[in-house]
């Protein structure tokens, strides 16, 4: 026996007995009897109340999990300093009066 809800979880019910249909055999959810080769058993003939952890995605599939990528990396993040050059003012030209000759 093992802890075999440290590689799967139960979605879509509420944890508790589980009758299978076919082999008339009986889940119970909320126990830590079960093994963990039984409860991959039933995960690998697509029972849709288990799902994997990422230990188990880990153990059973070798899958490592990723680490979060964020949606947008800022400059700060990046590790790269940005350098603004403050901008002189520009002087106007003199505007030249005079017309000129047509």
Known sequence: MGN???YFKVTNRAPGKLVLSGS?????????????????????S????????????AKFYGIKPQAA??????EEQSGRILLQKKKKPRKKKAENKSESPE
């Open 4 to 6: 075999w809800k440290r």
């Open 24 to 44: 008339k055999k009986v889940i119970d959810f909320k126990s830590d009897n079960n093994t963990v080769e039984t409860m991959l058993e039933l995960f690998e």
């Open 46 to 57: 697509s029972l849709p109340y288990l799902e994997l952890t990422e230990a188990g995605k």
């Open 69 to 74: 990528v964020p949606d947008e990396i800022t």
